[in-house]
């Protein structure tokens, strides 16, 4: 019986070796069903290409294989054993079966072939290497990093086609393959890889979608609220140095802002053509936006003519206050020429009081000069100072 058992257990081994090792004429036929999967819970937190089962637990449930066929014999014991009551000096069965070199020869054999397997099946995964950046990089860290350069909309549409393309590259990756005695199931590896292309194709699309539509509504603003200041007609000429200052800037700004609006376009162009829904909103605001532009122009042209007309206007206004200034400033002198306190019958506190007065008129007159000249410079009209006034001050003041 010992023998019978030694040999069923020998052949057993054998047989496991040859579909482990193959026969030496044909390769090994699949034995194990094994899963390639990216393995996102590991140590680190980085994802990684694993086999599931892994190599080692495959390994320890092919080398356990002998020890669970001495545990299956181990239950057999020698004949005498049973019989004679004195202890039996033999070692058991399963002992014995187990130290017997032809099938430690062949527990060897298997363990070598899974060895050799398990490095031809570690070669296969870095056949992987080369979509690394799929998974490894952190998305949103170089989404961010991508923003605040600013790219082109020619960027977008490659960076979103190469993934398109790698997602193509992957799906023509073999998806079951035979590595001697291992079927390999990629399946579900090519899934998570597809996964994760998609998944850098929406963070760009929304990028662009974010910045598309943040550029369209500036640029709406920008257009509505200048137009509104500028159409304005101005009620002071305080209000029209600003007014004349911002039709400086948005002239000087025009070849700019036109260069804005192609691109625009051509963002929302990419969006459409990946079809990434778009509000409607925004989708109205980029058709009016050619003609907004249109309006715009043809506003800064009617508001640089009524601003002309207005800047006439106020400047003939000045030209007149300016002349009536003058003539108040010489009536002031010769009156103060005329009846200011020079004669003897003057009193010193009512000469005191006279003088008083007219100084404080002729401050207030400084400042209506000031204000005139301050003003007339707008238009680039000198106002020489009053000599009437500066006589005034000179005689008594």
């Not at 495959?58 to 014991?77: C, E, K, P, Q, W």
């Amino acid at each position: 019986m010992e023998d019978a058992l030694r040999l069923n257990v020998k052949w057993s081994l054998l047989e496991l070796s040859k579909a482990i090792n193959g026969d030496g004429k044909t390769t090994p036929n699949p034995l194990f069903r094994v899963l390639v999967i990216l393995e996102s819970d590991v140590q680190g937190g980085v994802a990684q290409v694993e086999f599931s089962p892994t190599l080692q637990t495959l390994a320890s449930v092919v080398n356990d294989i002998g020890n669970h066929l001495f545990s299956t014999i181990s239950v057999f014991r020698h004949l005498p054993e049973i019989l004679i009551k004195r202890k039996f000096q033999r070692d058991p069965i399963h002992i014995i079966v187990e130290r017997d070199e032809d099938i430690k020869k062949i527990q060897a054999q298997i363990s070598s072939g899974m060895t050799n397997n398990a490095s031809l099946l570690q070669n296969y995964l870095k056949t992987w290497d080369m979509y690394r950046e799929i998974w490894e990089i952190n998305k949103d860290s170089f989404i961010r990093r991508y923003q605040r350069l600013n790219p082109p909309v020619s960027s977008f549409d490659a960076d979103i086609a190469r993934y398109t393309e790698v997602a193509n590259n992957v799906q023509k990756e073999e998806t079951v393959l035979n590595i001697q005695f291992v079927l390999l199931d990629c399946s579900h590896l090519k899934f998570s890889l597809v996964q994760h292309c998609n998944e850098w194709q929406n963070k760009f699309t929304t990028l662009l979608k974010e910045m598309a539509a943040r550029r369209l509504l500036e640029l709406h603003t920008y257009l509505k609220e200048n137009a509104e200041k500028i159409s304005h007609p101005p009620q002071t000429l305080e209000e029209l140095g600003v007014s004349l200052q911002l039709m400086d800037t948005l002239q000087h700004d025009l070849p700019n802002l036109e260069t804005q609006i192609p691109p625009i376009h051509e963002q929302f162009a990419i969006l459409e053509k990946y079809e990434v829904p778009v509000q409607d909103s925004v989708l109205e605001m980029l058709d009016s936006l050619n003609g907004e532009w249109v309006i715009f122009q043809q506003t800064l042209l009617d508001s640089e003519q009524m601003l002309k007309k207005h800047k006439e206007k106020f400047k003939t206004g000045l030209i007149h206050s300016a002349d009536d200034f003058k003539k108040k400033a010489h009536n002031l002198l010769e009156e103060f020429e005329t009846k200011g306190p020079f004669t003897s019958s003057a009193g010193h506190q009512t000469a005191l009081e006279q003088i008083a007065q007219v100084r404080g008129v002729l401050n207030a007159m400084r400042e209506e000069e000031n204000s005139l000249r301050s003003n007339l410079g707008i238009f680039k009209i000198e106002q020489p100072i009053s000599k009437d006034l500066q006589n005034l001050e000179k005689v008594g003041c």
